[in-house]
Protein backbone atom coordinates (compact mmCIF):
# COMPACT_ATOMS: atom_id res chain seq x y z
CA UNK A 1 0.00 0.00 0.00
CA UNK A 2 1.56 3.01 -0.94
CA UNK A 3 1.33 5.89 2.03
CA UNK A 4 2.52 9.71 1.18
CA UNK A 5 4.46 11.30 3.76
CA UNK A 6 6.13 15.00 4.21
CA UNK A 7 9.83 14.18 3.17
CA UNK A 8 12.89 14.48 6.03
CA UNK A 9 16.68 15.06 5.59
CA UNK A 10 17.19 11.70 6.17
CA UNK A 11 15.44 11.39 2.62
CA UNK A 12 18.07 13.47 0.63
CA UNK A 13 19.71 10.93 -0.84
CA UNK A 14 16.86 9.21 -2.12
CA UNK A 15 15.02 11.48 -3.28
CA UNK A 16 18.05 13.02 -5.34
CA UNK A 17 18.83 9.55 -6.89
CA UNK A 18 15.51 9.24 -8.03
CA UNK A 19 15.91 12.82 -9.69
CA UNK A 20 18.94 11.11 -11.62
CA UNK A 21 17.06 8.46 -12.51
CA UNK A 22 13.93 11.16 -13.88
CA UNK A 23 16.42 12.81 -15.63
CA UNK A 24 17.50 9.46 -17.51
CA UNK A 25 14.47 9.08 -18.47
CA UNK A 26 13.86 11.81 -20.73
CA UNK A 27 13.13 11.26 -24.12
CA UNK A 28 15.68 14.31 -25.46
CA UNK A 29 19.04 14.78 -24.43
CA UNK A 30 19.28 17.13 -21.80
CA UNK A 31 21.97 19.35 -19.42
CA UNK A 32 24.08 17.22 -17.65
CA UNK A 33 23.61 16.81 -13.62
CA UNK A 34 25.11 18.59 -10.98
CA UNK A 35 24.31 15.96 -8.01
CA UNK A 36 25.37 19.27 -6.16
CA UNK A 37 22.77 21.54 -7.40
CA UNK A 38 19.94 18.33 -6.84
CA UNK A 39 21.02 17.77 -3.13
CA UNK A 40 20.90 21.83 -2.74
CA UNK A 41 17.49 22.31 -4.24
CA UNK A 42 16.20 18.64 -2.56
CA UNK A 43 17.70 20.57 1.18
CA UNK A 44 16.32 23.35 0.67
CA UNK A 45 12.15 22.21 -0.32
CA UNK A 46 12.58 19.45 2.63
CA UNK A 47 12.72 22.43 4.72
CA UNK A 48 11.17 25.68 3.24
CA UNK A 49 8.93 24.48 0.69
CA UNK A 50 6.14 21.30 0.00
CA UNK A 51 8.27 17.93 -0.43
CA UNK A 52 6.56 14.66 -0.37
CA UNK A 53 7.81 10.97 -0.76
CA UNK A 54 5.60 8.28 -2.13
CA UNK A 55 6.43 5.41 0.25
CA UNK A 56 5.48 1.79 -0.53
CA UNK A 57 6.73 -1.21 1.62
CA UNK A 58 9.50 1.04 3.48
CA UNK A 59 10.79 2.32 0.52
CA UNK A 60 10.61 5.28 -1.45
CA UNK A 61 9.27 5.09 -4.99
CA UNK A 62 8.21 8.32 -5.67
CA UNK A 63 8.17 12.48 -4.90
CA UNK A 64 7.14 15.54 -5.42
CA UNK A 65 8.41 18.92 -4.49
CA UNK A 66 7.27 22.52 -5.10
CA UNK A 67 6.68 26.06 -3.25
CA UNK A 68 5.44 29.43 -3.16
CA UNK A 69 6.39 31.39 -6.59
CA UNK A 70 5.89 34.24 -8.75
CA UNK A 71 5.82 35.18 -11.93
CA UNK A 72 8.94 37.49 -12.96
CA UNK A 73 6.39 39.92 -14.51
CA UNK A 74 3.96 39.71 -11.32
CA UNK A 75 3.54 40.23 -7.29
CA UNK A 76 1.20 37.84 -7.44
CA UNK A 77 2.20 34.41 -5.74
CA UNK A 78 1.44 30.80 -6.69
CA UNK A 79 2.25 27.45 -6.01
CA UNK A 80 4.61 25.75 -8.49
CA UNK A 81 6.08 22.29 -8.27
CA UNK A 82 9.71 21.45 -9.08
CA UNK A 83 9.70 18.07 -9.73
CA UNK A 84 7.12 14.85 -9.59
CA UNK A 85 8.29 11.68 -10.18
CA UNK A 86 7.11 7.87 -9.36
CA UNK A 87 9.34 5.09 -9.98
CA UNK A 88 8.68 3.18 -13.65
CA UNK A 89 7.80 0.16 -11.62
CA UNK A 90 5.11 2.39 -9.68
CA UNK A 91 3.29 3.65 -12.26
CA UNK A 92 0.56 1.31 -12.26
CA UNK A 93 0.04 2.04 -8.96
CA UNK A 94 -2.02 4.47 -6.99
CA UNK A 95 1.98 6.94 -6.29
CA UNK A 96 1.29 9.43 -8.76
CA UNK A 97 -2.01 10.23 -7.73
CA UNK A 98 -1.80 10.00 -4.07
CA UNK A 99 1.10 12.57 -4.86
CA UNK A 100 -0.38 14.90 -6.64
CA UNK A 101 -3.41 14.87 -4.47
CA UNK A 102 -1.90 14.90 -1.10
CA UNK A 103 0.55 18.23 -2.84
CA UNK A 104 -2.93 20.16 -3.93
CA UNK A 105 -3.96 19.71 -0.60
CA UNK A 106 -1.22 20.48 1.63
CA UNK A 107 -0.95 23.65 -0.71
CA UNK A 108 -4.35 24.58 -0.52
CA UNK A 109 -4.17 24.19 3.43
CA UNK A 110 -0.45 26.28 3.87
CA UNK A 111 -0.91 28.94 0.81
CA UNK A 112 -4.95 29.16 0.73
CA UNK A 113 -4.67 32.69 -1.10
CA UNK A 114 -2.32 30.85 -3.96
CA UNK A 115 -3.92 28.41 -7.29
CA UNK A 116 -1.88 25.70 -8.11
CA UNK A 117 0.39 25.64 -11.42
CA UNK A 118 2.03 21.86 -12.12
CA UNK A 119 4.20 21.22 -14.98
CA UNK A 120 5.67 17.95 -17.00
CA UNK A 121 8.53 18.58 -19.62
CA UNK A 122 11.19 16.71 -20.83
CA UNK A 123 8.94 13.37 -20.57
CA UNK A 124 7.26 10.92 -22.80
CA UNK A 125 3.86 10.53 -23.03
CA UNK A 126 2.74 13.81 -22.35
CA UNK A 127 -0.79 13.44 -23.44
CA UNK A 128 -1.75 10.83 -20.98
CA UNK A 129 0.15 13.40 -18.98
CA UNK A 130 -1.79 16.25 -19.90
CA UNK A 131 -4.97 14.08 -18.93
CA UNK A 132 -3.71 12.89 -16.11
CA UNK A 133 -3.37 16.79 -14.98
CA UNK A 134 -6.79 17.50 -16.47
CA UNK A 135 -8.48 14.72 -14.45
CA UNK A 136 -7.39 17.08 -11.83
CA UNK A 137 -8.88 19.99 -12.09
CA UNK A 138 -6.13 21.54 -14.04
CA UNK A 139 -6.12 23.21 -17.46
CA UNK A 140 -3.58 23.18 -20.10
CA UNK A 141 -1.32 26.09 -20.92
CA UNK A 142 1.04 26.07 -23.22
CA UNK A 143 4.30 23.65 -24.41
CA UNK A 144 7.77 23.99 -24.31
CA UNK A 145 10.00 24.23 -27.04
CA UNK A 146 14.05 23.08 -27.03
CA UNK A 147 16.31 23.40 -29.46
CA UNK A 148 18.03 19.70 -29.86
Known sequence: MIKIRWAS???ISIIASLLI????????????????KIVAKVNELIHRGICLVAVDGGKIVGTM???????????????????????????????A????????RISKKVYPEDKI???HIFSGD??????????????KAGSVFLEV
Open 9 to 11: PFD
Open 21 to 36: VMHEEADIKLTSVNTE
Open 65 to 95: AGTQIRDWWSDETHIGDYWFYVAKDKRASRA
Open 97 to 104: LDLVKEFM
Open 117 to 119: RLA
Open 126 to 139: CGRKDNFFERLGLK
